[in-house]
């Protein structure tokens, strides 16, 4: 892993930088059946070029970041399709290559002295997400920091395996969980990770902690580069960041869903019930969500090529 922060370096480059969008709505917006425990996980045993196509896709769009395919992959979830666990850390391992070959490929045909080099983020995703039974929007694990970090500690290494640049440790309903994998980041010297939270409104993150009292439990832990949310409504955006701006000074990373919501009876995406005074997308909020304190911006669900390529427009204005 590099030690170099490598948000900062693209900063260096860039007014702002851009995460990729969705990769699972994505996926399934092309014809993929996410069905399953594994969620887009499962197509790094069954369709890997799927994936690949979709990093290659937000890199043409404008992407500098793209968040592998790992958020859902584990060494027991993969076992509970038959598969071994040297098969298992393989596919983990792959989720990276995949997103590098995309990067790679990327490069090899657009790079410049004068925008930022394409990263690669190996996603960790929360506990609940290998429970797969919403557990990642509450928190309410039963767990102690302790456990939660033997938990997360095999795939982190694995993951770092093959060198992604930095690691998006995303989707996280609570500070203990939070805290334990900053100590696993911390075991190893230079690696570098954001840690972004899922929030209930503009104050909370989504077991009821203050984000505030999260920017600053995490503000001064050794390898994490950024702090943020993810995977919340847009109207909750410009207020998260100001609560984590007064507590820190580290760069904000904010990649919120589409405005949809999913219903869990129908399961199926309907249109949000955001307050008139919200963004209605990533573009028209980001210009709010910049001038707040936020310093990397993206999409998460029900976002795709088309959102980040707006945004990648918006910064084009923005830098002239």
């Known amino acids: ?39 887009s996980a499962r197509l790094l045993r069954d369709d890997p070029a799927a994936i690949r196509d979709v990093h290659t896709a937000y890199f043409s769009a404008g992407a500098d970041i793209a968040i592998t395919a790992s958020y859902q992959a584990t060494v027991e979830g993969f076992m509970r399709l038959g598969l071994d666990a040297a098969s298992a850390e ?41 429970l797969a ?75 009821g902690t203050p984000i505030a009292e999260c920017a600053r439990a995490l503000r001064d832990r050794p390898g994490i580069c950024a702090i943020g949310i993810n995977c919340t409504a847009l109207e909750h955006i410009e207020s998260l960041i100001g609560e984590i701006r007064n507590q820190c000074t580290l760069p904000i990373i904010v990649y919120p869903n589409s405005g949809e919501h999913y219903d869990g009876v129908a399961k199926r995406w309907v249109a ?10 990533l573009a028209e909020g980001a210009s709010r969500w910049l001038a ?16 980040i390529a707006t945004l990648a427009q918006h910064r084009r204005a923005a830098d002239q």
């Open 1 to 39: 892993m590099p030690t170099q922060d490598p948000i900062a370096a693209g900063l260096a480059r860039a007014p702002y930088l851009i995460v990729d969008g969705a990769l699972a709505t994505e996926l399934q917006t092309r014809g993929h059946d996410l069905s399953g425990d594994l969620w």
């Open 90 to 130: 393989a596919l983990i391992r792959r989720s990276v290559t995949l997103a590098k070959q995309a990067r790679d490929a990327h490069w090899a045909k657009h790079a410049s002295d004068h925008i930022p080099y394409p990263l690669v983020a190996a996603s960790v995703g929360p506990y609940g997400a290998y």
């Open 133 to 207: 039974d919403g557990s990642e929007y509450r928190g309410d694990y039963g767990l102690d920091r302790a456990a939660l970090a033997d938990f997360h500690r095999p795939r982190l290494a694995t993951l770092l395996e093959t060198q992604p640049d930095l690691l998006a440790i995303e989707t996280l309903p609570s500070l203990d969980e939070a805290l334990a994998l900053a100590e696993l980041v911390a075991e190893r010297p230079g690696t570098q990770a954001w840690i972004t939270f899922s929030a209930r409104d503009g104050q909370h993150i989504s077991d």
């Open 272 to 281: 949000g019930c955001a307050s008139a005074k919200a963004p209605s997308n």
């Open 292 to 307: 707040a304190g936020a310093t990397v911006i993206g999409g998460c669900c029900r976002t795709g090529p088309d959102d």
